[in-house]
């Protein structure tokens, strides 16, 4: 079992597992209802927080798991998530994921982050290979992994349902070996 540290500092950024409180529930939601039309489009759980109860009921279940989701704070301010956690134990892989609320896109945020989970990912959990998997219309998500040096394996085609639609997903990963060797000089 992973030790996910509750914060991690670094740069301008810090990623923190928030309890779960109502205060901390209306913090969250308050980001997420401001991008909710832009957010719907590629997350399915937007639609099921519809207020800030039912965002303290998903941090707590969240909060009752060992996983590896935190929420990034910049400027003082929650202005999105990233997590790390493993998919497949058996084939020692881990998927990565978030979302960042438009105002503060553009600035790396969301790079930094993945790299910082991704090195957390290699250095403490028994993974050989992280994927980042996108819908192929999400061109903020997917470069997103193109900047963190992924690379794009290919689309599967019709793998993931949203809002009872099946759509198309790009699969992007990186292996141990293309970490150590990015870092080898680090």
């Known amino acids: 079992m992973t030790e996910y540290p509750k914060v991690i ?3 301008d950024i810090t990623l923190e597992k928030i309890e779960p409180t109502f205060e901390n529930a209306r913090r969250i939601f308050d980001v997420v209802d401001a991008e909710r039309d832009s957010l719907r489009r590629f997350l399915s759980w937007i639609d099921e ?22 929420y990034i704070i910049y400027d003082g301010k929650i202005v999105g998530n990233v997590g790390v956690d493993i998919s497949s134990k058996k084939n020692k892989i881990a998927e990565i994921a978030y979302w960042l609320s438009n105002k503060y896109t553009g600035r ?11 090195d957390f990912a290699f250095k403490n959990m028994d993974v050989n290979r992280i994927e980042i998997i996108m819908e192929t219309e999400n061109i903020k998500s ?10 794009c394996e290919g689309i599967r085609r019709q793998s993931y349902m949203i809002y ?16 150590e060797k990015e870092n080898k000089n680090a």
């Open 9 to 11: 500092k670094f740069d």
């Open 49 to 70: 927080s519809r207020c800030p109860e039912d965002m303290f009921m998903h941090m707590y279940k969240v909060s009752q798991t060992d996983n590896g989701s935190y």
């Open 108 to 118: 790396g945020i969301m790079t930094r982050c993945v790299k910082k989970l991704e």
């Open 142 to 151: 997917e470069n997103v992994a193109k900047r963190a040096g992924y690379v």
């Open 164 to 179: 009872d639609k099946l759509k198309d997903v790009y699969t992007y990963s990186k292996l141990k070996s293309e970490w």
